[in-house]
DNA sequence: TCTCACACCTTTGAAGTGG
DNA sequence: CCACTTCAAAGGTGTGAGA
């Protein structure tokens, strides 16, 4: 890679709003991300069977995985009956008007379950929560990034994707393939696709360079992929794609898709959950996954034109442009030769080098030798977690689904299967504070061998603070590849940087406020960002015309940030540790805590991750850091020391020292304003609890779907 | 910087055909 | 009944004009 340790700076720019990575020694990234519950279960490829014992699978994996339920560790639920607290049938089982479920269809199925069962419709709440990963399963899971080659080609010239009103798919696809999972349990596979940094940026003189501060941050949702829950053994039998997941401009995107600010870079990440169905899924460890080198900056319009030739080259739905073909592109591109052979006839040679101007331009953006490339704070090892995690409608139909199945309602079950396989699953936006995810580190927790790689992305400046970048690593020199050799060292791909999220403990409470008219009034806004929520948004008052399914996320994001949750966590996590099987988990890497718990203990960091050279290299200011910067030696190098760096946003959010921060102190504000939002709502919690008590144990029956 | 209509293309699935 | 082919519709592309 290009990067030089010298060049390597620390932001001491606090937790971003936007979240930052958290990293860990060895590559692996791990953050503890903290997301929010939902309980929702996809029935695609499970049978009825399946659906009606979803809960209880989470108690006895499907795959006869011995789980053992820990009730104490759970103080607030604990019910193996996923009708008990969530019961119903459905409600819509009509297909919808979109491929993408919202979450309108969500509230409507927990609804219409709810009315089912009887209970009282205000109580519609998502699945009791699950004991998980108390199963002993013991797996090392290993990610590569399918196409890594085209990916890097478009990462050399600083990859743009396209992002329209009517939703645009990424190219090149993302796709991985997984390895080292146990091939009976079964495993949730996500994406999402976060902010690299603070900044916009601009285009000019043929390179990406930062315009100023970032725009308020979208709304995020998180993207299922279609085949979760499967087996470790499905997944590892082939290419886990998720080219369905569409980019869109539009803040009132009903689809569930992806919305991103143009002009913005953004880093996807992978997610990978061992959990038998959707249910457990906002208690479950999340390993995420980072590959530097799918960082693309969004965009209306392709404005670099080698990245442009790069896609029709490529992508094979563009084929009709490429100089094959009969299309404009071609008489245009011929035009151009022409003229450039004529212009050059004219021309001196000394002039004729102009030709390879943008050339080196681009070029020049990976170079060790530019100053951009010290701004690169791969070391800002600001807290970057998955902060939201939105509930899919589709999950919620396809529980809806499950408890039509309880009740004898194949028909029902079946629909509702249909509806929502094959469907892209959207989440719906809700944010926490960085605190929020950011808990505990155990630097050997990761297995290096699955996260060994993956470079620091770009750089950080004054007022563009990245923090995506999982890594939190320095740069590696050009001429030194990392451990594991020229990012293909053990694997044919680079590993990518890896994180391990947190389970957080569910707020007992959520739908009660979703349903709570006074929470959200007077505004109209259709989307409650997480940004509104925290006060970056535009919209500061949720409104009441606002899309159920947003509510929702937003009610979970809220519900998340209840102190009373964070304690309960707290009680949770203690209690855990008196778990063998939790022992077990933590050994072998996988950690629980309570997501918003303080202090937390910091990463091991190891610079044993590379970087793929991107012309995003040279989009930073010119104002480097470098010098100034407060980037500590110990973030540098490999570090195993809590101390971390001081201005590594990351290190404010595990340290309790550092949790003083501007930033820090703002997310607090935020956190208490929700809350007191919440307080109104508190009593809702106690019924939440009760149904959830009165549930434990009812339930039974394994997971022998599909 | 963004949106839109457009031409061109692939993908998908239903319908048709033959063994 | 199955496998294969054909066909049309749906939808994914970048383009370029216009706002």
């Given at each position: 890679m290009r990067y030089e340790q010298g060049d390597v700076t620390c932001s001491t720019?606090?937790?971003?709003p936007r979240g930052a990575p958290e990293t860990s020694p060895?590559?692996?990234?791990?953050m503890q991300s903290s997301f929010h519950p939902f309980l929702l279960q996809r029935?695609?490829?499970?049978s009825v069977s399946s659906l009606l014992t979803a809960n209880a699978a989470g108690a006895n994996?499907?795959?006869?995985?011995?789980?053992?339920?820990?009730?104490a560790a759970y103080p607030f639920t604990l019910s193996s009956?996923?009708?008990?607290?969530?019961?119903?049938?459905?409600?819509?089982?009509?297909?919808?008007?979109?491929p993408y479920t919202t979450a309108e269809d969500v509230v409507l199925a927990t609804t219409a379950a709810a009315h089912h069962h009887h209970h009282?419709?205000?109580?519609?709440?998502?699945?009791?929560p699950l004991q998980p990963e108390d199963d002993g399963v013991v797996d090392d899971p290993k990610v590569t990034l399918e196409g890594k080659d085209l990916w890097e080609k478009f990462h050399k010239l600083g990859t743009e994707m396209v992002i329209t009103k009517s939703g645009r798919r990424m190219f090149p696809a993302y796709k991985v393939r997984v390895m080292g999972?146990?091939?009976k349990a079964k495993y949730i596979l996500l994406m999402d696709i976060v902010a690299a940094d603070d900044c916009r940026y601009k285009f000019h003189n043929s390179r990406w360079m930062v315009a100023g501060k970032a725009d308020p941050e979208m709304p995020k949702r998180m993207y299922i992929h279609?085949?979760?829950?499967?087996?470790g053994e499905q997944w590892m039998q082939?290419?886990?794609?998720?080219?369905?997941l569409k980019l869109t401009?539009?803040?009132?995107?009903?689809?569930g898709f992806t919305i991103l600010n143009s002009m913005h870079k953004y880093q996807p990440r992978f997610h990978l959950v061992r959990a038998n169905d959707f249910a457990k899924l906002p208690y479950s460890t999340f390993r995420t996954y980072v590959f530097k080198e799918t960082e693309f900056i969004a965009v209306?319009?392709?404005?670099n034109e080698k990245i442009t030739q790069l896609k029709i080259d490529n992508n094979p739905f563009a084929?009709?442009?490429?100089?094959?073909?009969?299309?404009k592109r071609e008489k245009k591109q011929a035009l151009l030769a022409a003229q450039r052979h004529s212009s050059e006839e004219k021309r001196p040679e000394s002039i004729r080098g102009t030709d390879n101007e943008d050339e080196k331009l681009l070029d020049v953006v990976?170079?060790?030798?530019?100053?951009?490339?010290?701004?690169?704070?791969?070391?800002?090892?600001?807290?970057?977690?998955?902060?939201w995690f939105t509930l899919p409608a589709a999950m919620a139909a396809a529980t809806a689904a499950a408890a039509a199945a309880a009740a004898n309602n194949t028909l029902v079950a079946e629909e509702m299967r249909r509806r929502f396989?094959?469907?892209?699953?959207p989440f719906h936006p809700f944010v926490l504070p960085p605190q929020g995810n950011v808990a505990q580190h155990d630097?050997?927790?990761?297995?290096d061998s699955s996260c060994s790689e993956s470079g620091p992305g770009s750089s950080s400046n004054p007022g563009c603070n990245?923090?995506?970048?999982?890594?939190?690593t320095p740069e590696r020199s050009p001429s030194a590849p990392g451990p594991s050799g020229?990012?293909?060292?053990?694997?044919?791909y680079p590993s990518p940087d890896i994180s391990v999220g947190p389970p957080i403990h569910p707020p007992p409470n959520l739908l009660p406020y979703l349903y709570s008219?006074?929470?959200?009034?007077?505004?109209?806004?259709?989307l409650l960002t997480t940004s509104s929520l925290f006060g970056?948004?535009?919209?500061a008052h949720p409104a009441t015309s606002m899309n159920p399914s947003l509510l929702f996320n937003a009610q979970l994001a809220l519900a998340s940030q209840n102190p009373f949750f964070s304690h309960a966590y707290h009680v949770l996590n203690n209690q855990q540790q008196q778990n063998h099987h939790l022992k077990a988990a933590i050994a072998s890497g996988v950690h629980r805590f309570?997501?918003?718990?303080?202090p937390l203990v910091p990463s091991t960091l190891t610079n044993n991750s590379t970087s793929v050279?991107?012309?995003?290299?040279?989009?930073?200011?010119?104002?480097?850091?470098?010098?100034?910067?407060?980037?500590?030696p110990n973030v540098q190098t490999k570090v195993k020391s809590?101390?971390?760096?001081?201005?590594?946003d990351k290190s404010s959010l595990l340290s309790p020292k550092l949790s003083a921060s501007s930033s820090t102190l703002n997310e607090l504000k935020s956190m208490e304003k929700m809350v007191n939002g919440l307080k109104t709502n508190s009593a809702n919690f106690s019924n939440y609890k009760q149904c959830d008590e009165n549930s434990v144990g009812s339930s039974d029956v394994n997971g022998n779907n599909k």
């Open positions: 720019t606090p937790p971003s060895g590559s692996p990234h791990k029935p695609t490829d499970f994996g499907p795959t006869g995985a011995t789980t053992v339920p820990h009730p009956t996923p009708i008990g607290c969530y019961p119903g049938l459905l409600p819509k089982l009509a297909p919808p008007s979109h009282h419709p205000g109580m519609v709440r998502p699945l009791r999972l146990d091939k279609p085949d979760s829950p499967s087996t082939k290419v886990i794609s998720f080219h369905k401009n539009n803040i009132s995107d009903k689809h209306t319009a392709y404005q084929k009709g442009f490429r100089d094959t073909g009969a299309g990976g170079s060790p030798e530019s100053p951009l490339h010290s701004l690169h704070p791969a070391n800002s090892i600001t807290a970057h977690h998955p902060s396989s094959s469907m892209q699953h630097a050997d927790s990761e297995p990245k923090h995506s970048s999982p890594s939190a020229q990012h293909h060292a053990s694997n044919d008219p006074g929470l959200y009034s007077g505004a109209t806004n259709p970056t948004g535009a919209s309570a997501p918003y718990k303080l050279g991107s012309a995003f290299d040279a989009v930073l200011p010119s104002l480097s850091t470098r010098g100034s910067s407060p980037s500590s809590p101390s971390v760096s001081p201005k590594s």
